[in-house]
């Protein structure tokens, strides 16, 4: 189970993994001129969100409910934020590559189809989301309740048996 002192430490982590994923999204733009530095830093903010939603499974895993199995229930409750890891996912790679394609060999020149700025901004309409969602999912995981057999996980397990 996941003790407080261990929920802290891995909740800090996620908070530093969202802290470095808008980093990059608010910064990355500047470094337009040296292209390897931004290759490097699209590939650890997409590395960075791939480990941040290994990170939510595992403390999907880790709860009360999951180990009770009533992953339904789990499902149910964050499917939204999973949805968004997956969404925000796909949309950063996709635009990496699509940014990467167009400007590795023209650093220095604007370059922005209707498509890519289209993706660009759906894309960071998608972080927005992915960030509220991620960050209450983490937040709601610390709630004693789902590491621990209470009368409301008695009520679920009896409404979906009965």
Same mark, same amino acid.
């Given at each position: 189970?996941?003790?407080? &002192? ?16 808008? $980093? ?16 490097? !830093?699209?590939? !650890? ?20 409910? $999951?180990?009770? &199995? ?19 996912? %796909? ?18 020149? $604007?370059?922005?189809?209707? &498509? ?14 992915? $960030? ?5 999912? %983490? ?22 048996? &009965?």
């Amino acid at each position: 189970m996941l003790q407080p &002192g261990n929920y802290s430490l891995v909740l800090s982590l996620q908070f530093l993994l969202l802290f470095f994923d808008l $980093f990059v999204n608010s910064f990355s733009e500047l470094l337009r001129s040296a292209p390897v530095i931004q290759l490097v !830093l699209f590939i !650890l903010q997409d590395v960075g969100t791939l480990f941040a939603a290994i990170v939510l499974f595992l403390m999907l895993f880790n709860t009360f409910v $999951f180990q009770a &199995g009533l992953l339904n229930l789990l499902c149910q409750r964050f499917q939204v934020t999973v949805l968004m890891c997956a969404l925000y996912l %796909a949309l950063s790679v996709s635009l990496h590559v699509w940014i990467m394609n167009l400007r590795w060999k023209n650093e220095n020149t $604007f370059i922005w189809s209707d &498509g890519l700025q289209a993706l660009y901004v759906l894309q960071r309409f998608a972080a927005v989301l992915y $960030f509220y969602f991620y960050k209450r999912t %983490a937040l709601i995981l610390g709630d004693p309740r789902f590491y621990r057999d209470s009368l409301w996980l008695r009520k679920e397990f009896a409404r979906i048996r &009965g």
